[in-house]
């Protein structure tokens, strides 16, 4: 699944969790996850590519016990390519 993609259902993930998902310019610097009294706020930085978004938003949600192991082990999985074994020289 492309990077996108992924990024696309880690946010729906997060926001069945119960997180108030947040996009923000933040060059960078951020920790993405966070509470505020009783809402979770998760935080993409828009600085970030969408591979980098998708690794703070996973690493966000791998701490989390409202996220279902088995939704957060698909999107954590390596793309299901073809292996191809190395060609010879």
């Known amino acids: 699944m492309h990077a996108v993609r992924r990024l696309q259902a880690a946010l729906e993930l997060a926001r069945r969790a119960g997180y108030q998902v947040r996009t923000e310019w933040l060059d960078g610097v951020s920790y993405p996850a966070c509470r505020l009294g009783r809402r979770k706020l998760l935080?993409?930085?828009?600085?970030?590519?969408?591979?980098?978004?998708?690794?703070?938003?996973?690493?966000?949600?791998?701490?989390?016990?409202?996220?279902?192991?088995q939704e957060l082990q698909a999107l954590l999985a390596p793309d299901a390519a073809p292996h191809r074994p190395p060609q010879a020289a």
């Open 43 to 69: 935080f993409v930085d828009l600085a970030l590519d969408a591979q980098d978004q998708l690794e703070q938003v996973l690493a966000a949600l791998e701490d989390d016990p409202a996220v279902p192991p």
